[in-house]
């Protein structure tokens, strides 16, 4: 028995997400900087407390004006809330879009991962955004929480968010996006997958 175009793309998948997880986990520092850059400025433009924000290899560090008391030579001081998320929680979708488009040979394969690169950048951004928001808020205690003024079902927002980006979204919007992109290979394999339930099912 022959092996599937379906199984042989799904062999060639994860044969090819293996070997292009190296080149990105090294370029991860400078895919990092449009995301945090993106993450940033939305926290910026949503939230009164969210004054900036840092890069340090694939880090990114909120600067905020929420206060936090921590332990400090036998002592509480109070310092400033800075959440830090790392880009490769959630920038690794990009390697498994690439691996997909490899995988399927896509036509005009290049350009379509520099557009995918892109196009993944905004829900990059918005779950880094939910995990910020979760290590700031959900995570400090209720006197944090009160400095910033917002009602306490925002909290299940936050939660809701931070789930759905990091369970849903970081690992199921590139391959949406391969599928908008590469949608002659997704109709091959449908129309494959279709012909042979014919052949096993001829009373159909």
């Not at 940033?40 to 340090?56: D, I, K, S, V």
């Not at 003024?149 to 690992?171: D, H, K, S």
């Amino acid at each position: 028995m022959t092996t599937s175009r379906l199984g042989k793309f799904l062999l060639t998948s994860i044969v090819a997400l293996l070997v292009l997880i190296i080149p990105w986990y090294y370029l991860a520092p400078w895919l990092a900087v449009p995301v945090i850059a993106a993450a940033g400025e939305l926290m910026q433009l949503t939230f009164g407390w969210a004054t900036g924000y840092e890069q340090h290899d694939t880090v990114g560090t909120l600067l905020t004006t929420l206060h936090v008391f921590v332990p400090h030579n036998g002592r509480m001081v109070m310092a400033d809330m800075v959440p830090e998320v790392n880009y490769r929680t959630y920038g690794y979708g990009l390697a498994l879009f690439w691996a997909l488009l490899l995988a399927s040979r896509s036509e005009r394969m290049w350009a379509k991962m520099a557009l995918g690169t892109v196009i993944l950048v905004p829900s990059q951004a918005i779950s880094m955004c939910f995990r910020w928001l979760r290590e700031a808020l959900l995570t400090s205690g209720t006197e944090v929480w009160a400095q910033t003024g917002l009602p306490r079902w925002v909290a299940e927002v936050i939660a809701y968010g931070y789930q759905f980006g990091f369970l849903m979204l970081t690992p199921l919007m590139p391959v949406l996006l391969w599928a908008v992109l590469d949608q002659r290979f997704v109709r091959q394999v449908w129309a494959e997958a279709v012909l042979a339930g014919a052949v096993d099912d001829p009373q159909r």
